[in-house]
């Protein structure tokens, strides 16, 4: 329609007509800018409502994968805390018991307690003390609820209780470990566990460990009924050993026994022999195996052989003398010679012996004068090559 109007107006219009034209042609194509750009607006808005539906509709489903995530999360985390609760309920308090005591929105009573040696625990706020030893930690969490509730103290008391440290519930490894100490259990503990909590075997561990049974270990192991008819009726522990060393090394499960609260273990130190005196790695070397024979030459050759001042024809063993007073030890002469070269075997030697190479006094001062005269020569020689 417009490009029918554009030519008439232009045949029978001057320049003045030509200029209204042209304002016409102006305010027209505003009107078309117009439209496109309301039409560009619509557009929009369109493409924006679509994309506040799409995401309307993809924001349950974004909360539906979100609640999921949580709820896996969640299901994870929780099952150690469900398994140390378990292990919780199973521990029934006993004297000298440390415990964590948390009542909710009360701060001033939410601490660390000590249960007393005749079985009581004393909390700020109550007029006595309530009597804790032989309840399960759930238990007495709710009767010291109760117990503020009767006080008065605290209407709806929400109080939990949870084991910090125990004397009476723990297994004592000790010996030749890394870290030696008292470890709490809350029941059948393996060997092995224990053994990973101590920090493992020490270097000069052995390879026996002692183990103690107490009350309670007899008691689940069916152990009382298989003592000699003449031990004590009412037994309180009984002693075993085992191969720690295999145990460690290979994983043997008839080794890695079960342990109960009131159990000791005591790791063996290695038997040791010593090689002191002239050698250039004196001190005392531990034998991991006691089936391994160590002899005078192994000695020698695990100090690091013999220095240069060294009495060759000198050596002896040092060996303690069961018959003799004091634990004195006897000497036994050592033919180093004749055995390096065949004529006589190598000697055994036994546990806790010393082998000993006395120094040469005369071979001694030969070697400081040497030393001497070299330093000497050198700063003489140094002083005439500066004096030229």
Same mark, same amino acid.
């Given at each position: 329609?417009?490009?029918?109007?554009?030519?008439?107006?232009?045949?029978?219009? !001057?320049?003045?007509?030509?200029?209204?034209?042209?304002?016409?042609?102006?305010?027209?194509?505003?009107?078309?800018?117009?439209?496109?750009?309301?039409?560009?607006?619509?557009?929009?808005?369109?493409?924006?409502?679509?994309?506040? +539906?799409?995401?309307?509709?993809?924001?349950?489903?974004?909360?539906?994968?979100? +609640?999921?995530?949580?709820?896996?999360?969640?299901?994870?985390?929780?099952?150690?805390?469900?398994?140390?609760?378990?292990?919780?309920?199973?521990?029934?308090?006993?004297?000298?018991?440390?415990?964590?005591?948390?009542?909710?929105?009360?701060?001033?009573?939410?601490?660390?307690?000590?249960?007393?040696?005749?079985?009581?625990?004393?909390?700020?706020?109550?007029?006595?003390?309530?009597?804790?030893?032989?309840?399960?930690?759930?238990?007495?969490?709710?009767?010291?609820?109760?117990?503020?509730?009767?006080?008065?103290?605290?209407?709806?008391?929400?109080?939990?209780?949870?084991?910090?440290?125990?004397?009476?519930?723990?297994?004592?490894?000790?010996?030749?470990?890394?870290?030696?100490?008292?470890?709490?259990?809350?029941?059948?503990?393996?060997?092995?566990?224990?053994?990973?909590?101590?920090?493992?075997?020490?270097?000069?561990?052995?390879?026996?460990?002692?183990?103690?049974?107490?009350?309670?270990?007899?008691?689940?192991?069916?152990?009382?009924?298989?003592?000699?008819?003449?031990?004590?009726?009412?037994?309180?522990?009984?002693?075993?050993?085992?191969?720690?060393?295999?145990?460690?090394?290979?994983?043997?499960?008839?080794?890695?026994?079960?342990?109960?609260?009131?159990?000791?273990?005591?790791?063996?130190?290695?038997?040791?022999?010593?090689?002191?005196?002239?050698?250039?790695?004196?001190? !005392?070397?531990?034998?991991?195996?006691?089936?391994?024979?160590?002899?005078?030459?192994?000695?020698?050759?695990?100090?690091?052989?013999?220095?240069?001042?060294?009495?060759?024809?000198?050596?002896?063993?040092?060996?303690?003398?069961?018959?003799?007073?004091?634990?004195?030890?006897?000497?036994?002469?050592?033919?180093?010679?004749?055995?390096?070269?065949?004529?006589?075997?190598?000697?055994?030697?036994?546990?806790?012996?010393?082998?000993?190479?006395?120094? +040469?006094?005369?071979?001694?001062?030969?070697?400081?004068?040497?030393?001497?005269?070299?330093?000497?020569?050198?700063?003489?020689?140094?002083?005439?090559?500066?004096?030229?």
């Amino acid at each position: 329609m417009l490009r029918q109007v554009y030519p008439v107006a232009l045949c029978g219009a !001057g320049k003045r007509r030509g200029e209204g034209v042209g304002l016409m042609v102006r305010e027209v194509g505003e009107s078309r800018k117009l439209r496109i750009a309301l039409g560009g607006w619509g557009l929009a808005v369109c493409l924006g409502a679509g994309w506040i +539906s799409v995401q309307a509709q993809e924001a349950p489903v974004a909360a539906a994968v979100e +609640s999921v995530n949580t709820t896996k999360d969640s299901s994870v985390a929780a099952k150690p805390a469900a398994t140390l609760g378990h292990e919780a309920a199973d521990y029934t308090v006993s004297p000298e018991d440390l415990v964590d005591v948390f009542v909710m929105d009360v701060p001033e009573v939410s601490r660390t307690y000590r249960i007393s040696s005749n079985g009581f625990l004393t909390l700020p706020l109550l007029p006595e003390p309530i009597a804790a030893a032989g309840l399960p930690l759930n238990e007495l969490s709710r009767l010291v609820a109760a117990k503020f509730r009767e006080a008065g103290m605290l209407n709806n008391a929400q109080v939990t209780i949870s084991l910090r440290e125990t004397r009476l519930h723990s297994v004592i490894i000790s010996g030749s470990v890394k870290r030696p100490q008292a470890y709490p259990i809350y029941g059948p503990t393996k060997l092995i566990d224990l053994l990973t909590q101590a920090g493992g075997l020490a270097d000069d561990a052995g390879s026996e460990a002692i183990v103690t049974r107490g009350q309670e270990g007899l008691q689940s192991t069916g152990q009382e009924g298989n003592l000699a008819a003449d031990a004590d009726p009412t037994p309180k522990e009984q002693t075993f050993t085992l191969d720690i060393k295999k145990l460690v090394e290979t994983g043997e499960d008839k080794a890695n026994i079960f342990l109960y609260p009131g159990d000791r273990v005591m790791v063996q130190r290695a038997p040791l022999i010593y090689v002191l005196g002239a050698v250039n790695r004196p001190g !005392g070397y531990a034998l991991h195996d006691p089936r391994e024979q160590v002899t005078v030459l192994k000695a020698l050759a695990m100090a690091g052989d013999t220095t240069s001042v060294a009495k060759r024809k000198r050596i002896t063993i040092l060996r303690m003398d069961p018959a003799a007073p004091e634990g004195k030890r006897q000497e036994i002469p050592v033919n180093i010679k004749a055995m390096l070269n065949g004529q006589l075997p190598d000697m055994k030697l036994r546990t806790e012996d010393i082998l000993y190479v006395p120094e +040469s006094a005369s071979l001694k001062a030969i070697h400081q004068a040497v030393g001497t005269g070299v330093g000497a020569g050198t700063a003489v020689a140094t002083g005439l090559i500066i004096y030229h």
